[in-house]
């Protein structure tokens, strides 16, 4: 029987393909091919996904490989994201203090006037304006910016360098390596200077280690490059994905502008709800070992999809799942991930979209498309979908 290609055409790029909800009734953990050719299972349900997310014998680092199945080609950069415990367990014990909620709570206030200067920005436009240029694509990388301790004289220089280092396939590769080379070696300087006067920000933070074990110079460098691979487009496509699923029925922002005690839980719904991640791309793993998962096993060195963009549409997890309730009781949505890799950076992610929606509702509550919805052009890429602008009127 021919396999099914993964990842799944979307009509609707802002709701998930109906193959999901079909795959978790009948064959929740399936077999796919991928766009490489390579073979993969692709799990759907919440608590299989959680199983492959907190399981050991699922592996990153086997992706390394040269002959081991991917749904993309490796970035070549710095990266702890292919590492596995006990390596990654220590990265994330000398990490984690720098990312803990309540240690990121100094950030807020400045968060919140990063996010309000972009939509007062927006707000000095004439109508219709460019939502993704003027406030989705720059706002993640700036905020960044702003809690890695980058000085505002020096955003514009960072910004470049980060945007042309990371446009795999979109810009020459002389000029990307050059790009990189300007980063790193900035990256280089700011750490020697923070470790010689340390500030009020993560990479000081980062900086300090715990117990007299420091993070080497090679890993500092490869965390700040996942920070900003995980910060920028990444970011930039959920809060598309974020204001389009508002904008959809005006009454959600009207309720956020007069209820803004809901925007924080508005936002996790609105995070399950996100298809930006374009099924699943990154989330692959690699079997070290024999595993049974949904009745089915799966070799060794089998390659595993756990999809959390399918995850968080489960209905026995979800009632109404397909439904936006911006009041959801309970949201144990996976967009994050869990287990030994969830995302160390979702903290400040969840500050930067949660001071972003309240600013909105609040000086916007009338923000809508300026074009019939079907009239955006969506970029043609495989992840971290966005259209290639979104004019909105107010």
Known sequence: MELASFPFPQADPCLPPPEYARLRATEPVA??????????????????????????????????????????PIPPMPSLFYLDPPQQSRIRRLAGPAFHPARLERFRIRVEQVAGSYVDRLCGLDQPADLLGTVARPLPLAVVATVLGVPAERQADFSGWVGTAFAFGAVPPDQQMAAMGRLMQYLTELTEARRKEPDDDVLSDLIVG?????????????????????????????????????MRDPARLELLHTRPEFVPGAVEEL?????????????????????????????????????CNAANFDESVFPDAEQVDLTRPSNPHLTFAQGIHHCIGAPIGRLELT??????ARDLPGLRLAVAENELRWLPVPAFRTPGEIPVRW
Do not use: M
């Not at 490059?225 to 970011?235: E, H, I, S, T, W």
């Not at 049974?292 to 060195?301: K, P």
């Not at 001071?355 to 909105?360: G, P, T």
């Open 31 to 72: 077999p796919v091919r991928l766009p490489t050719g390579d073979r993969a299972w692709l799990v759907t349900r919440h608590a299989d996904v959680l199983t492959v997310l907190g399981d050991e014998r699922f592996s990153r680092h086997a992706l390394t490989g040269p002959d081991a199945p991917k749904l993309a």
């Open 355 to 360: 001071a972003l929606l309240r600013r909105l």
């Open 210 to 246: 715990e117990g007299g074990d420091q993070l080497t110079d090679q890993e500092l460098t490869a965390l700040i490059f996942d920070l900003l691979g995980a910060g920028d487009q990444p970011v930039t496509a959920e809060i598309v994905h974020l204001l389009l699923n508002v």
């Open 271 to 307: 995070l399950r709800l996100s298809q930006s991640a374009g099924g699943g791309l990154g989330s692959i793993r690699i079997a070290v070992a024999d595993v049974t998962l949904g009745g089915v096993t799966i070799r060794a060195g089998d390659a595993v999809i756990p999809s």
